[in-house]
């Protein structure tokens, strides 16, 4: 099993930032592809983006594109999902997922383990 926890969400004002991390333990080992996905109140949860192993390799959904970057630091088994610029419809709770396939992973099927999620409020 992994497990994955999220932090760094909270409350910001529109055109602010906030860095979520996510930190897998347990049964680690092996290459992961990581992904961020958010869900708002009554929306279905969509995928924001995704990061390979080595960290060559990331995607955006297109309205994260230039707003959002997404990281990894092997050595600290960490998984940053950086957000600038923060609008009122990025109000969200988001999580982390983990997943042994390789690709772009944009469907939250390709994802095998998900963290409990870490809400974000953009107030306007």
């Known amino acids: 099993q992994v497990q994955l926890v999220e932090s760094g969400g909270g409350l910001v004002q529109a055109g602010g930032s906030l860095r979520l991390s996510c930190a897998p333990s347990?049964?680690?080992?092996?290459?992961?592809?990581m992904g961020w996905f958010r869900q708002a109140p009554g929306k279905e949860r969509g995928f924001v983006a995704s990061?390979?192993?080595?960290?060559?390799?990331?995607y955006y959904a297109d309205s994260m594109k230039g707003r959002f970057t997404i990281s990894r630091d092997n050595a600290k088994n960490t998984v940053y999902l950086q957000m600038d610029n923060l609008k009122p419809e990025d109000t969200a709770v988001y999580y982390c997922a983990a997943g042994r396939a390789l690709g772009r992973m944009t469907n939250a099927s390709e994802y095998d383990y998900w963290g409990q999620g870490t809400q974000v409020t953009v107030s306007s």
């Open positions: 347990g049964r680690t080992r092996g290459t992961w592809t």
């Open positions: 990061i390979s192993w080595s960290g060559d390799s990331t």
